[in-house]
Each structure stands twice: as structure tokens, then as C-alpha cells.
């Protein structure tokens, strides 16, 4: 970035002889807290100044392993990696001459695309689709990077358990702490939604978990934050911040390792009904390789009987 700026303040050969000799790999590491950084955001900003001192040779070695990186559907990358790699990247694309021209098949019926701009979106029906019947052909006079991207979310009651690096315990119980089954309540049932997230501590302190709790439409949420009632201890441990919505809670907040928080939240069975109770998730917001889940279920909200 020293170099970068010797560049931009007009001394380009004073930003050359900084990074003549330096070498071009970095040691992988991915940051959770602070700058937010890891070696692919590192090799973004090399390939940014690298452009700038129009060394496009070196500058070409960077964009196919950054763009590879994002061609892996395995490799996570936080918002500021691929806020840094599509700037870089983009300002690569910038500098190719010509249309963008390509062909595609797909489900064997074959398009002629091309766009004066630097990159196409083109949308492909999920429906009737075989494996390994996608077939590009670039006609461009430059480099054409392909990127093909599925997303979808799981079908009720299709979510599993799962954890990588942290653990999660979910329990619910009546406000004096007599545990209750969730699947079937009384309506009019006052309970509390306890989780318990735990760092086992294999890759020290953890920062900026979020952890995601979304209710059944027959429960509502009991704010005690409206009822001025914060200290009465259902709440558990603090959080660095908690986000209380109508349906739903959004808990911010750093684990040490081996250290373990708990947060509860107070609830009313409140309508009668079947409901869907989603999947309640942790994760670290910028290291995918940290979370934790327990799967969702049906929940039955039933009238109270009158003796």
C-alpha cells in the first residue's frame, strides 16, 4: 500500500524499487476481528498496485489465483476480501480491450452473448438441470473469467445439526426452571428459550459470533426491555449487542477460549396453532469455518382446557 501511494503522489519508480524484490506469496491467515484481513485480501491490494505501476505480467498471475479462489465454491470469503478482490479484479477487466464476447450451452440449447460492459450476469433455470451440461466458449479477445454460483435455502425440515470449531446447546423451560417440551405448549405458556455457546478453544478467542434465533409465529417475544425487567436474570450472560425483533433475536458477542455464554429468552405461547420452529444458528460473522446449529421442528400451540 506504500507503494501504491508513492504511485498516486506521482513517483512511480520510488513505488517500483519498494516491491522489486518482494515475494508474491503470503503466508495463508484470515482475521476475525480488528482489520478483517487474510492473504487473499493481501494479494488484492498487490494486484491493485501492481495496475497502477502497469505491470500487468506479474499483475495477471495474481488475478488467476484470486479468481480461482472465487470460482471455489469451498473457499469463504469475508466482506472485506471480496470487497478487495472484486475492486482489484474489476480494475483488471477494466483495462481489457474489446466487447465481451462468449457462447454457453446449457440443457443442450446453445446462446450467442455479448455486452460492451466488463462482465455478464446470465440466469440458468435450476429446473430439469443434468450435471456437467454447462459449456462456455469464449470468443473475447481477452481473458474471460467464469464464475458459476447455486444457492437455495434447505426445505422445511430439511436442516440438520451441525458445528465446526464451536458447540451449541439448546434447551426451554418454564420461568421458574421446570423444563418443557416445545413441541406441544399450552396456550398462554410463559418459557424461556435458553442457548449456550461454547468455544472449545482449539483456535483461541473467537470474535464477532452472531447468533441467530427465529421463533414460531404462534410465540411472541417477551421484551424486557420494554418492561424495564433486564436485571432480573432471565437474559443470562451480557452481550456485546442484541438486535430484538418481532419474530426473532440477533446476539452479538466474543468467547474465549474454553469459555462458555449463555442468553436466554423470555416467551408466550400465544396462538393457537401448528407452527415451524427454523433452525437456531451460531457462527462467526467473517470465518465460515466456525459454527454451530441445531436443526428446526414442528411446533404445536394448542388451547387451553378449561376444568
Do not use: H
Not at 108 to 124: I, P, S
Not at 194 to 222: C, D, H
Amino acid at each position: 500500500m506504500l507503494a501504491a501511494a508513492y504511485v498516486k503522489a506521482g513517483q512511480p519508480e520510488a513505488g517500483k524499487q519498494l516491491i522489486d524484490k518482494l515475494p508474491m506469496q503470503i503466508k495463508p491467515y484470515q482475521e476475525l476481528a480488528y482489520s478483517y484481513g487474510s492473504d487473499l485480501r493481501d494479494k488484492a491490494i498487490m494486484l491493485e498496485t501492481l495496475l497502477l505501476l502497469n505491470d500487468r505480467t506479474k499483475a495477471f498471475e495474481l488475478v488467476k489465483e484470486i479468481s480461482e479462489a472465487m470460482s471455489n465454491s469451498n473457499y469463504w470469503m469475508s466482506t472485506q476480501t471480496l470487497a478487495w478482490c472484486l475492486k482489484s479484479v474489476g480494475a483488471y477487466a477494466g483495462g481489457e480491450k474489446g466487447d465481451l464476447k462468449f457462447t454457453y450451452t446449457y440443457n443442450g440449447k446453445e446462446v450467442n452473448a455479448n455486452t460492451a460492459l466488463t462482465m455478464a450476469q446470465v440466469n440458468l433455470p435450476m429446473e430439469g438441470a443434468k450435471g456437467g451440461n454447462l459449456k462456455i466458449t469464449s470468443e473475447s479477445k481477452g481473458t474471460l473469467f467464469v464464475r458459476l454460483i447455486s444457492e437455495g435455502v434447505p426445505a422445511r425440515g430439511a436442516e440438520e445439526d451441525g458445528e465446526k470449531n464451536l458447540s451449541i446447546n439448546v434447551t426451554y423451560a418454564s420461568s421458574s426452571g421446570i423444563p418443557v417440551d416445545p413441541t406441544v405448549l399450552e396456550q398462554g405458556t410463559e418459557f424461556v428459550a435458553t442457548v449456550t455457546v461454547t468455544n472449545p478453544g482449539m483456535r483461541g478467542i473467537y470474535k464477532n459470533l452472531a447468533l441467530n434465533q427465529i421463533f414460531p409465529s404462534g410465540w411472541e417475544i417477551n421484551n424486557l426491555r420494554l418492561t424495564g425487567d433486564e436485571g432480573s436474570g432471565i437474559t443470562g450472560d451480557i452481550a456485546t449487542y442484541q438486535d430484538i425483533r418481532d419474530d426473532r433475536v440477533y446476539t452479538y458477542f466474543d468467547l474465549n477460549a474454553n469459555q462458555r455464554k449463555t442468553f436466554k429468552v423470555l416467551l408466550t405461547a400465544s396462538y393457537a396453532g401448528s407452527y415451524y420452529l427454523p433452525a437456531v444458528s451460531c457462527e462467526a460473522m467473517y470465518d465460515n469455518s466456525v459454527y454451530a446449529r441445531k436443526k428446526g421442528k414442528v411446533v404445536d400451540v394448542v388451547k387451553k382446557v378449561v376444568q
